[in-house]
């Protein structure tokens, strides 16, 4: 066992002492700490360490809200009261993005609820008990978490409908749960490396940001926090608001699509997963929304339109392969809108597009919390050329 002071934060947001000269990442503690810590894993420069016992709290502490936090590996920020976790986040932010040279003052937004706004989720499936959880940190067990305090009530009537289900198929490890901000839910098995739909339980759920129904499957791409979703809208509608030509790179079952569509005149939306562009399809029909045209497959296989003035992406966590840079820096586009769930490929996306000449040079960023009690977090980058 360990005893260190926790000095100061590292991305994402883990507390940093050190010991006999290598830093010792902590998480779940704050600046001040003074803590025993166990390794959990040694390198030659640092150490992770799992928090053992806070012998002196740090003056900014809390009362931990959650019974099970030291177990569950669904939250990290916990121990910081909601002002303090935003703080904390927006550092963190402004630091990864320095470290890639981009400069930005962060305009940080706040979730309207700290808590009960999780309505997508990952439940993993305890193999002896069958009872499903979350994993445990940095663990392959569940932590079985019936009272969570990040679930929308509506996944915990989920929750106890999986459970009451007599005939589960004993393969299944996992299952994907959403629900509709109007409290309808869905859910999908996995089993082996697919989904199959659960007998009794819907696949889909209708879902309505304020632009038309959208069908959204639990097996596929789907936003987490209704009520950011809807800010997240709100701010690209101002940022597109005289759009005409647009390019939507990753557009899933067309969470941004259909608010896009009603503005711009002609919207194109690639999207990978062929049954979220056939879904982005019936969505765009289903409102009588004859602009928009979804293309399925790769984006890098893909060519851009050539009329083109805005370009809004949406990529995965592992952020844009360069050769789609380059589309987009080659497109006659002159404004990007880049929504990322990942500081450290934006950061690296921002510099790499800003590289070019004629590039696209950060204007405005702002970031939602789109996780609150996590270090996770959406951001909202405007580049112009
Ligand atoms: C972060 S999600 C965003 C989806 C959508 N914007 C939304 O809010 O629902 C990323 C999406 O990109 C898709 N995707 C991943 N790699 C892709 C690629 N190379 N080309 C096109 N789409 C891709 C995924 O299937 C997923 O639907």
Request: aromatic share 8%; proline share 5%; charged share 25%.
């Amino acid at each position: 066992m360990i005893s260190l002071l926790i000095e100061k934060y590292a991305p994402p947001g883990n507390g940093l002492g050190f010991y006999q000269d290598k830093a010792v990442f902590v998480p779940q503690t704050v600046v001040g700490d003074e803590v025993l810590v166990t390794v959990e894993k040694e390198k030659k420069r640092y150490i992770i360490g799992r928090l053992e016992e806070v012998v002196k709290p740090g003056s900014k502490r809390r009362q931990l809200p959650c019974s099970h936090y030291a177990e569950c590996g669904g939250c990290d920020l916990l121990q910081l009261s909601y002002s303090d976790q935003l703080e904390l986040k927006k550092e963190m932010l402004v630091q990864v993005l320095a470290g890639a040279g981009i400069q930005a003052a962060v305009n940080m937004v706040a979730a309207p609820s700290e808590f009960y706004y999780r309505h997508r989720v990952l439940f993993r499936r305890d193999r002896q008990s069958g009872e499903f959880g979350f994993l445990r940190r940095r663990s392959h067990q569940v932590a079985v978490v019936p009272d969570c305090l990040i679930l929308a009530q509506v996944m915990k009537s989920l929750l106890a409908k999986l459970t009451a289900l007599p005939m589960l198929p004993k393969k299944m490890t996992a299952c994907y749960g959403l629900a509709s901000a109007a409290g309808n839910f869905a859910a999908a098995a996995e089993i082996g490396r697919k989904y199959q739909a659960i007998p009794g339980i819907s696949e889909t759920v209708s879902e309505n940001y304020g632009f038309g129904d959208l069908e959204l499957a639990a097996s596929g791409f789907a936003q987490a926090n209704p009520a950011i979703t809807r800010l997240m809208i709100s701010e690209l509608m101002k940022n597109c608001v005289d759009a005409c030509e647009v390019a939507e790179l990753y557009g899933g079952s067309g969470t941004f699509s259909l608010p896009l569509a009603t503005i711009a005149g002609n919207l194109t939306v690639y999207e990978s997963d062929p049954a979220a562009a056939s879904r982005g399809r019936r969505n765009a029909a289903r409102n009588g929304l004859e602009n928009v045209r979804m293309v399925s497959g790769r984006v890098e296989k893909k060519s851009l339109p050539k009329a083109l003035d805005t370009l809004v992406v949406d990529p995965p966590r592992s952020g844009l392969q360069p050769v789609i840079i380059e589309k987009m820096v080659k497109s006659r586009a002159s404004r990007l809108i880049y929504i990322s769930c990942n500081p450290a490929t934006l950061a690296r996306d921002l510099a790499r597009l800003e590289a070019f000449d004629n590039g696209f040079v950060l204007d405005s960023l702002k970031a939602y919390d789109m996780y609150a009690g996590t270090t996770h977090l959406e951001v909202m980058a405007v580049l112009k050329r």
